[in-house]
């Protein structure tokens, strides 16, 4: 696959870094991007940047999109300048955003409908795994499928697993991401109840994360909040919205996400007082001041 162009849809914090290794890796990469100007600096090492969509998949063995939610998944792939449009029989198509598993099981028979392979293959990782290759792949759809799109995963990621037909990884990587902001807030929480004590805040974090609670997210995310800096390494507002996609799902299973509603209340909070475009951690900035 390495002769035939891949399209890369999507050059945020995740997907600049993913089309970048594929490059690095010595694949030919077709990039596109709604902000033109995220796209020159992979221009600068050798990606052909496209004007839509199409364009970018016209000729692609493969398809990646990586991209904010449903609504920019649906507009990439779909309507005549999506990719979908220009994809050949037999092109691999791989939907690497966090979107919900209805627009999944959409897409995949959109896919099947032009003659082409499906995948969903959310990650696991930041925006340092994404540039260095070392992503982990959570995969739903076919053997077969998952066969075909190995090259490309592998060339971006740690470790690719299979979960089961389409849908399957954008669900499980909506629950690694509920669990995952459940344990953002209430470190958040932790962290502003020990500020407002008369208490060493390096000792009393030093009890929780070297304790039961200290999760490698906990580590790291408290060091953050304590040294004030959100760089976005994952933006705010995606988490939000992950968490909403969580709890969708989880309701149409006849399952309430009080945990995730609860958090999904703080970070909607945090997105108002205008802390969405900084990192997840950013969140307790909105704890201090309240």
């Known amino acids: 696959m390495n002769d035939t162009p ?8 995740m997907g600049s870094g993913m089309a970048g290794t594929l490059l690095e890796k010595g694949f030919p990469v077709n990039i596109y991007n709604r902000n033109p100007d995220k796209a020159k600096p992979l221009a600068e090492r050798g990606a052909t940047v496209a004007k839509t969509a199409a364009e970018a998949a016209a000729g692609a063995g493969a398809i990646v999109s990586m991209v904010a ?16 449009a220009a994809a050949g029989p037999g092109t691999v198509c791989i939907e690497c955003s966090t979107v919900t598993v209805g627009w999944i099981k959409e897409l995949a028979a959109a896919a099947e409908q032009r003659g082409c392979v499906f995948v969903d293959a959310p990650v696991t990782g930041s925006k340092t795994q994404a540039a260095t290759g070392e992503l982990n792949f959570l995969v739903g759809g076919t053997e077969s499928a998952l066969d075909q799109a190995r090259p490309v995963l592998d060339a971006m990621g740690r470790t690719v697993t299979h979960l089961g037909p389409a849908g399957s990884g ?17 470190i958040a929480e932790a962290v502003a109840m020990i500020e407002r004590c008369d208490l060493d805040r390096e000792a009393a974090l030093g009890v929780l994360t070297n304790g039961a609670p200290g999760s490698p997210l ?11 800096d959100y760089t976005p390494f994952f ?3 995606l988490l939000a919205k992950d968490l909403s996609y969580a709890v969708q799902e989880a309701a149409a299973l006849s399952l309430d996400l009080k945990t995730a509603e609860t958090a999904l209340g703080l970070f ?9 475009d900084q990192d997840m951690s950013a969140v ?3 704890l201090r001041k309240n």
């Open 170 to 186: 954008a669900m499980v990587k909506l629950i690694n991401n509920f669990v995952c902001g459940v344990q953002l807030a209430s």
């Open 69 to 84: 939610d449903d609504k920019a998944s649906r507009a990439l792939w779909l309507g005549p300048d999506g990719a979908l």
């Open 218 to 228: 906990v580590k790291l995310l408290s060091a953050r909040m304590t040294a004030a």
């Open 268 to 276: 909607q909070k945090a997105v108002d007082d205008g802390y969405g």
């Open 235 to 237: 933006h705010l507002h």
């Open 6 to 13: 891949i399209a890369f849809l999507g050059l945020g914090l």
């Open 284 to 286: 307790i900035e909105t």
